[in-house]
């Protein structure tokens, strides 16, 4: 069959473009296990780099002996403060406007902390070596509570700064105390809080948790000192952040730094961030002048590298008595441990937990964050979120339930009556955010009726009667959830990281046959960017997805971008991919035209070619045009076919969703059973349905993780009590159910293809509905709010203390 | 110390490699013999990311001493299927979206693989049960079962038996 | 997570292994599955200069069924328990704790001799074994022993096998009584947050002629009760006897904070763990 016999139907199909389940392009790789990630990479002469890391939370360094460690045969060096600070390097700027110690410098401020890297021939003897280095602690109080950091005995963390009042986000009150971020109107939402008819109030908790990649932080530092070049391979979501960072601290011209992100086992935030080990890698090899690498254990990753959450939520709403809300307020205690490392873009010093009115219309609102230091390990990172999404989605569907108890009105009702409607978008939030689509009350009542809601309530109220009765021993929980996310950092007037606008970028060749190369400046941790972001392209370009490669992930070929985490590729990157896309198909229209012997205007796109209007059977596809603009003199146009696009987007992207999870409960066990989960995203226009699936799987499945046990939990000493994975809940294909997925589809109207992000959303309002299900199934009993997470011990607290256990 | 001769056979192949005792079998496979499909997640045997078939059985090669397998047959991901012929397994996490960052996929097929020649027609509890040694962070399990499911169905054709 | 240095010993003779042993002493340590004592090495809080393997050591594999008395190998993974059709109908409770048992790569690896020797108190193995009434056949330079399951535990990693002794051998009465191991834990594979292994025997008469209990990870060792059983050999298997055997078994308990939760909390849960056991086991008569 020819091009021209083929149906416009057919050739759509064809491209593999938008809205096509596309398999994926990376699986080849993996599935034969041909991956190449950081610990694959193997080098002539590579070192292995370990670290000496602290025993202690809290301790003075008196001295570091590593003469027993350098007598080891293959030990190379053992770096310390001392060895980084004529370079400047013992110390390194957090992405929160702070400062982190990269060896310890005279004080150790948390357990797993950093004190000395070792560099060997292999990791044994280096491992060997660890154990031979003699650190002389002085041991220090403790600070791992933060309601007691500005107490009169608290002890000073960060003697560094302890005389500073000003620190990078505002005034400081307190040595220990590192912002307050303020948002909307205190006194009028105190004000509507004092005159409102109903007032709820709760402490909500969202507890300390990390990302916990599968693979844990690793990087392969290699100084070429013959061509003057480093190149650092590692886990970097933000490659070209890290060439800059890496720029900036070692003096190296940037032009002489190549970093390459390769393959990544997972990301979740986690590996967002600098961390000492690509430092002391980095050092070590222009030291050494052979490469070296360093791979975190999982241990080290969980209690050094970057935690998530840990956010005390004391909240107000208001409404009236038939439960129109009228006010909601917020003060955050965020405790980010020893240094100030979040993840947020620059201006926002709490993430976007302003967006902590989630889906209602709340006419007045007011958050106030108090950022405080603990002898705990830095990070805040986004894990599976959008810089603090997930602690403002569950506050705010936490206080909703909280409201519907205390107005005693169900709160699927109570949420329908306070969305925002459809023909308020775009809606301005009391919080300073513009939202930019959106149709809650469609997607919520598809949600009820998928899982039969009054059915589901009729039911749940006949188990509590037989409960009451003796019946059994089991409750029912229904927890609700429709969450609002905001994704797509973003827009570069307020959006930054370390000074770098939040655009994202993409580079498009077109070669002579018709196939292409794009280029973007994010990096796949598992999203299957190779995958999508070529049908983006296919549908704009008319090139089918398979003759189109996708890379990321080296700085020396990418465009400079941002990165990958807070759902922001398809938003930025994917937008700039959609652009560029369209700036080849405006030059090939040129071009078309010419070979077509027609005014520019005369001819128009579809699905694949350039069609002559009334015409049809005059055409010339993309692929044909590609060809020509490498082989022929087109008057007035550039040979070749390349665009390249910066994309600086106008808003972010409001995804959404309507999830429903029911539980089973067994009140004298605490055990927890997942009977249902029904979650309905509507993430705008979809690109590959899929993965989008896949990804809402998996960011479910960390949500109930999250939820119902995963914590970095510390004793009062400040030791790290869930270091590994037999106490780092990680749930396994036996704890985790089967979920129905479902969508809407409301597109971005700021959006080149209208698409929003999806990756997070899962985990954005998955934890609020397991939550919610634990907390509704002792709502009968008169239960508020439990915290989280819902392990077995901590359920059967909550009945224990409800007096169901007599 | 001294080393030792490490005889085994990997993936059909004779190798050999030069191992103290305490080397642990992952990372001789890893960075002497370049089998870099299995990897470490945990180091605690929680997460099966290194999971190999050794004798007919599924072990995780980061808790045994690569000296304890001397002699072994080991069958890793990369001897399961090749380029110009994948294992059912391998097509069908394929085509089901059975993987993302694909960390924990050489593990988890080398475990279904064993799975199923144990037991060629598993429910899906069964296969929920028997790879539960290997965590997954990214697909939520779903469509892992489904591709396995899948897998074994096609397994159980008879013009599957080459 | 790297181990430490060490000289490897494969034996292919039990002799041998007691010999190396003996001539080794305290710088050696017996490996058998690894998969308690290899990640304690990748901490280096197991630090031994010498690894005496017995996987070579064909005749500590076995399961023989004969004389109404089971023996199994110390060297017999849980994957081989699992598959023995043998010990199902001889004993049917142990595929059932077996299955309950980390998870399938650690079941072809794990030995019953190692989760019953090394004295974890949250290995599951040794409350079964006191609930079976097995004893350990123990070798050492001066021979070979018996030690009662009952007798020999003393504290947590504590136990009455000397150092200088490997445990060879699993000796218990066949038991098809109705039996139960119930384990509460915070997923698959984990340790107990509390378990019960419970055995029942039911007479023609409809009487409790045998009953067998005994509790995992709720004290620093496996916790038998036997005050438990004798109520319910008295007083039958009934509403009333069960709850007094559980109050019986729950005072002899001594479960401490962890993760899994406060003393308070296992305390609740063991008994509601034994009671579901008890409740399973009698119905299987």
């Given at each position: 069959m020819s091009a021209a016999e083929e149906t416009i139907q057919e050739r759509t199909a064809a491209l593999k473009g938008l809205g096509t389940s596309r398999?994926?392009v ?477 655009f994202d970028s993409c580079e498009i060749r077109i070669h002579p046959t018709g196939s292409a190369i794009a280029r973007l ?8 960017h190779a995958t999508t972001f070529a049908q983006i392209l296919a549908s704009e370009i008319g090139i089918s997805a398979d003759d189109i490669t996708v890379e ?7 465009p ?10 398809t938003p930025v990157a994917g937008a700039a991919t959609a652009m560029a896309g369209r700036k080849i198909r405006a030059k090939a229209q040129m071009i078309a035209a010419y070979l077509l012997e027609v005014h520019d205007n005369d001819i128009e796109w579809e699905v694949d070619r350039f069609v002559v209007k009334g015409a049809p059977e005059r055409f010339k596809t993309m692929k044909e045009v590609a060809f020509a603009s490498y082989t022929q003199v087109i008057p007035g146009v550039e040979p070749g076919l390349e665009a390249v696009s910066y994309y600086d987007p106008p ?33 705008g226009t979809r690109i590959n ?56 589809e409301?597109p971005s109207p700021h959006h080149p293809i209208g698409a929003k ?50 | ?162 | ?285």
């Amino acid at each position: 069959m020819s091009a021209a016999e083929e149906t416009i139907q057919e050739r759509t199909a064809a491209l593999k473009g938008l809205g096509t389940s596309r398999k994926r392009v990376e699986d080849a790789r993996f599935t034969q296990g041909k991956g190449n990630y950081v610990d694959d990479i193997k080098m002539p002469d590579m070192l292995f780099g370990d670290f000496v890391r602290s025993p202690y939370a809290h301790a003075r360094v008196k001295s570091i002996d590593s003469s027993a460690a350098m007598a080891v045969p293959g030990v190379i060096a053992v770096l310390t403060a001392q060895d980084l600070e004529p370079l400047s390097l013992h110390w390194m700027p957090t992405l929160a406007g702070d400062k982190q110690m990269v060896l310890a410098d005279g004080k150790v401020l948390f357990q797993g902390q950093e004190v000395a890297f070792v560099v060997a021939e292999d990791r044994y003897i280096a491992a060997d070596a660890v154990d031979l280095v003699q650190v002389e602690y002085e041991e220090l109080p403790v600070l791992v509570d933060p309601f007691k950091a500005e107490l009169p005995d608290a002890p000073v963390l960060r003697e560094d700064i302890a005389d500073a009042t000003e620190g990078a986000h505002g005034p400081r009150r307190h040595p220990n105390h590192i912002f307050t971020w303020e948002q909307g109107d205190k006194s009028a939402t105190e004000a509507v809080l004092a005159e409102a008819p109903v007032v709820a109030e709760e402490m909500v908790y969202y507890h300390r948790t990390h990302p916990c990649p599968m693979e844990t932080c690793g990087a392969v530092a290699s100084m070429d000192k013959v061509n003057g070049k480093l190149t650092l391979w590692g886990t970097f979501q933000a490659p070209h952040v890290v060439r800059t960072v890496a720029s900036l601290l070692s003096g190296i011209a940037e032009h002489n730094i190549r970093v390459v992100s390769p393959d990544i086992g997972g990301g979740f935030g986690n590996k967002v961030g600098v961390y000492p080990g690509y430092v002391c890698a980095i050092v070590a090899s222009i030291v050494t002048g052979q490469p070296v690498k360093w791979i975190e254990d999982r241990m080290e990753n969980l209690s050094a590298t970057a935690f998530a959450r840990d956010y005390w939520m004391k909240g107000k709403i208001a409404a009236t008595d038939d439960g129109k809300i009228l006010g909601l307020w917020c003060h955050t205690t965020a405790d980010h441990g020893a240094f100030d490392a979040c993840a947020d873009p620059t201006k926002y010093p709490a993430g976007f937990m302003n967006i902590c009115t989630g889906s209602y219309d709340i006419p007045m609102a007011y958050l106030a964050v108090d950022g405080i230091y603990t002898n705990k390990a830095p990070g805040g990172v986004a894990y599976r979120c959008s810089f603090r999404v997930t602690e403002a989605a569950y506050f705010i569907e936490r206080m909703i339930e909280v409201l519907a108890i205390k107005l005693n009105m169900d709160a699927a009702e109570l949420r329908a009556k306070n969305f925002i409607r459809k023909d308020q978008f775009p809606y301005h939030s009391a919080l300073g955010w513009e939202y930019d689509s959106g149709d809650y009350h469609t997607a919520w009542n598809k949600a009820l009726e998928a899982v039969n809601y009054t059915g589901l309530r009729a039911e749940q109220a006949q188990q509590v009667e037989d409960f009451k009765a003796g019946k059994t021993r089991k409750l029912m929980g229904i927890g609700l959830c429709h969450f609002t996310e905001i994704v797509g950092a973003g827009p570069v007037k307020n959006c930054d990281i370390l000074g770098m606008g939040m655009f994202d970028s993409c580079e498009i060749r077109i070669h002579p046959t018709g196939s292409a190369i794009a280029r973007l400046g994010t990096i796949s941790q598992g999203q299957g960017h190779a995958t999508t972001f070529a049908q983006i392209l296919a549908s704009e370009i008319g090139i089918s997805a398979d003759d189109i490669t996708v890379e990321e992930g080296d700085t020396d070929t990418a465009p400079y971008g941002l990165g990958t985490y807070g759902s922001r590729s398809t938003p930025v990157a994917g937008a700039a991919t959609a652009m560029a896309g369209r700036k080849i198909r405006a030059k090939a229209q040129m071009i078309a035209a010419y070979l077509l012997e027609v005014h520019d205007n005369d001819i128009e796109w579809e699905v694949d070619r350039f069609v002559v209007k009334g015409a049809p059977e005059r055409f010339k596809t993309m692929k044909e045009v590609a060809f020509a603009s490498y082989t022929q003199v087109i008057p007035g146009v550039e040979p070749g076919l390349e665009a390249v696009s910066y994309y600086d987007p106008p808003n972010m992207t409001y995804p959404f969703g309507a999830y429903i999870c029911v539980m089973d409960i067994d009140v004298d066990t605490g055990e927890s059973d997942i009977r249902q989960f029904y979650a309905l995203d509507d993430c705008g226009t979809r690109i590959n349905p899929m993965i989008i699936e896949g990804q809402v799987h998996g960011g479910l499945t960390e949500a109930l993780a999250i939820a119902l046990g995963q914590e970095i939990a510390y004793d009062e000493l400040g030791n790290v009590k869930t270091g590994s994975l037999m106490d780092f809940f990680i749930p396994t294909s036996w704890e985790t159910p089967n979920y129905q997925t479902d969508f809407t589809e409301t597109p971005s109207p700021h959006h080149p293809i209208g698409a929003k992000g999806v990756g997070e959303s899962p985990n954005v309002g998955g934890v609020p509905a397991f939550s919610n299900a634990i907390n509704d199934a002792f709502r009968a009993f008169g239960l508020t709010h439990t915290h989280m997470p819902h392990d077995h011990w901590r359920i059967w607290k909550t009945a224990n203390d409800l007096g169901l256990h007599s | 110390m001294s080393k030792t001769t490490i005889k085994l056979n990997v993936n059909g192949q004779s190798v050999e490699a030069q191992a103290e005792p305490r080397e642990l079998l992952i990372h001789v496979l890893r960075e002497q013999l370049q089998i870099t499909g299995p990897h470490i997640g945990c180091e605690t045997s929680h997460c099966g990311a290194c999971t190999v078939d050794i004798d007919g059985k599924s072990i995780k090669s980061c808790t045994l001493f690569a000296i304890q397998a001397q002699g072994s047959e080991i069958t890793t991901i990369e001897g399961l299927g090749n380029p110009d012929k994948l294992h059912v397994l391998q097509e069908k996490f394929k085509e089901h979206h059975g993987l993302q960052c694909g960390y924990c996929t050489p593990g988890m097929i080398t475990r279904a693989h064993r799975l199923l020649e144990e037991n060629p027609n598993p429910t899906e509890e069964d296969v929920r049960f028997g790879i539960a040694g290997n965590l997954c962070r990214c697909t939520g399990y779903q469509n892992i079962v489904k591709a396995v499911m899948a897998a074994a169905d096609e397994l159980n054709q008879p013009e599957a038996v080459a | 997570m790297i181990p430490g240095r060490f000289e490897y010993h494969q034996p292919e003779t039990l002799p041998a292994a007691v010999a190396l042993l003996s001539d080794l002493g305290e710088d050696a340590r017996v490996i058998a599955g690894g998969h308690s004592l290899i990640p304690m090495m990748k901490l280096r809080l197991a630090m031994p200069e010498h690894l005496i393997d017995l996987r070579a050591i064909g005749t500590l594999r076995h399961i023989t069924v004969a004389d109404g008395q089971v023996r199994i190998g110390a060297m017999t993974t849980q994957a081989e328990i699992i598959d023995s059709g043998a010990l199902q109908q001889s004993a049917p409770i142990l595929r059932e704790t077996s299955l309950q048992i980390a998870d399938p790569q650690v079941r072809y690896a794990g030995t019953i001799g190692g989760n019953v020797a090394n004295g974890d108190p949250g290995n599951d193995m040794p409350a079964l074994m006191q609930c079976l009434d097995a004893s350990f056949k123990l070798q050492g330079p001066s021979g070979e022993r018996e030690v009662a399951a009952r007798e020999f535990y003393e504290a947590a990693y504590f136990t009455a096998r000397d150092d200088l002794e490997i445990l060879t051998e699993i000796l218990f009465p066949v038991s098809t009584a109705g039996y139960a191991y119930e384990k509460q834990k915070r997923k698959i594979g984990d340790y107990a947050t509390a378990a019960a292994a419970v055995l029942l025997g039911k007479g023609a008469d409809g009487n409790c002629n045998h009953a067998a209990i005994a509790l995992t990870n709720l004290a620093d060792t496996p916790i038998y009760c036997e005050e438990a059983c004798a109520q319910l050999l008295q007083s039958g298997v009934n509403a009333a006897s069960i709850q007094s055997a559980v109050q019986s078994a729950m005072g002899q308990i001594e479960p401490v904070d962890d993760n899994r939760g406060p003393a308070e909390f296992k305390k609740h849960a063991a008994a509601v763990i034994l009671k579901r056991a008890i409740d399973i086991a009698w119905s299987r008569n």
